[in-house]
């Protein structure tokens, strides 16, 4: 509307006030139209929406509060400054009129300097909304941007895991990851660190949203499984073969280069997991990220590690490597707190007791279908709001020279064997 006059409404049943306020507007510039009534006035509103009306309070028919209710229900592209054109000066007959939506009030009969200045209240106010309107348009606009953006980096961040399940001739690794928003903090993944020796791991930066994400990316170039000579897990020895570093020097080295490369406040916790595909002689260091979970091919369920400290988070954090034996139908199960944390309506948590019961549970299932059944009972537990990013990851040994899926005892009456819920290295 900048640029061109305003559109005035003239609505009263008296000819010749509207006349004379006509007149007065007219010379003002103002582009004006006029009703003799309030039904007449609802058709012009529905044709060609007026930036003002003014409306007298007493007319025969419907009364000006009357109109100004159906005025601010009518459908338009902008608001419209109503004005009642009255006689009443009590409070109550003022508090009436408010309520019917009315924006202004001028005593009758109308002076020209106070009906001028009035106008001028209602065109900054309406300038002011139509800026806020274009304001909030560019906005939009934007965040369609963001949004059609955010989409894309959704996709190149699932790309990070490619494969979600890979078969060895000893073990199968699968991998689930599930951010809460576009983008996520998360990632699990593998590697390979020879012929022998399988990489597990899992990561969760702390925050949300974009900043979470693009750590997360840089952190995923730490754990190539492309490039093994940019993989801060794999060295090569004098002899040029390839060999895994010791998990906690790994945690240790990464702590390091974050603090001192890294000029964030972001920290991320770590679950990473060295195995021996013949022996199934595992070792993992654990920094922040939620317990691992061993579960024997009995159904016993053991939480491992002892906790210790994120990565990048204090200077000179120390970390320890624990060890673990996988026997044949043995699995080691890796979650984020996406998992752990996920609270039900009463604020409780998947904790280690409600987490094993699940493995319990689902003992019989292998693969990408338990991660999937995991995530579901989550959902079901959290009732849809999971707050937080999900991602899991498992290696089920079947030990050297077997390609069988691993299989649970079941008692006689459908049960697996019970679960021995521990904690500790």
């Given at each position: 509307m900048a640029g061109t006059a305003r559109h005035v409404l003239v609505v009263d049943d008296s000819r010749m006030q509207r006349r004379i306020l006509s007149a007065q507007l007219s010379r003002s510039g103002y582009q004006v139209s006029e009703a003799e009534s309030a039904e007449e006035a609802i058709a012009i509103c529905a044709q060609c929406e007026p930036d003002i009306?003014?409306?007298?309070?007493?007319?025969?028919g419907m009364s000006g509060p009357e109109f100004c209710r159906i005025f601010r229900d009518l459908p338009r592209r902008s608001y419209g400054y109503f004005i009642l054109l009255t006689t009443k000066a009590e409070k109550k007959d003022v508090t009436r009129g408010l309520e019917s939506g009315a924006d202004d009030f001028l005593s009758k009969p109308v002076n020209g300097e106070e009906l001028r200045a009035r106008l001028s209240a209602g065109t900054r106010i309406l300038k002011m909304q139509e800026e806020l309107t274009e304001k909030n348009r560019l906005l939009r606009a934007a965040q369609e941007v963001i949004d059609r953006d955010l989409q894309e980096a959704r996709k190149l961040q699932q790309s990070l895991v490619r494969v979600r399940h890979a078969q060895f001739e000893a073990a199968e690794v699968s991998l689930l990851l599930r951010?809460?928003?576009h983008v996520g903090g998360d990632l699990v993944g593998y590697f390979p660190i020879n012929e022998r020796r399988v990489g597990l791991y899992g990561i969760d930066v702390s925050g949300h949203g974009i900043t979470s994400a693009l750590m997360m990316a840089r952190i995923a170039g730490y754990f190539s499984a492309a490039t093994p000579s940019q993989n801060l897990a794999i060295y090569r020895n004098a002899q040029g073969e390839l060999r895994g570093r010791r998990p906690a020097d790994l945690a240790r080295h990464l702590n390091e280069l974050v603090l001192s490369e890294m000029n964030t406040?972001?920290?991320?916790?770590?679950?990473?997991?060295?195995?021996?595909?013949r022996t199934g002689k595992a070792e993992l260091v654990q920094a922040g990220h939620p317990y691992p979970v061993l579960q024997r091919r009995n159904g016993t369920v053991e939480f491992l590690g002892e906790g210790?400290?994120?990565?990048?988070?204090?200077?000179?954090?120390?970390?320890?490597?624990f060890t673990v034996q996988l026997t044949p139908g043995d699995r080691l199960v890796l979650v984020s707190d996406g998992i752990t944390e996920a609270c039900d309506r009463d604020g409780e948590m998947i904790d280690q007791t409600r987490l094993a019961r699940m493995l319990r549970k689902f003992s019989g299932i292998a693969g990408p279908a338990l991660l999937d059944a995991i995530y579901r009972e989550t959902e079901q537990f959290a009732e849809g709001e999971i707050a937080d990013d999900v991602s899991a990851g498992v290696l089920e040994f079947h030990g050297p020279g077997s390609t069988a899926r691993r299989s649970v005892l079941v008692s006689d009456n459908g049960e697996c064997d019970p679960i021995a819920e521990t904690t500790g290295g």
């Open positions: 009306v003014i409306s007298d309070w007493m007319m025969s951010p809460a928003g406040e972001t920290y991320f916790t770590l679950i990473y997991a060295d195995i021996d595909l210790g400290l994120p990565i990048g988070l204090i200077e000179g954090a120390t970390y320890e490597t």
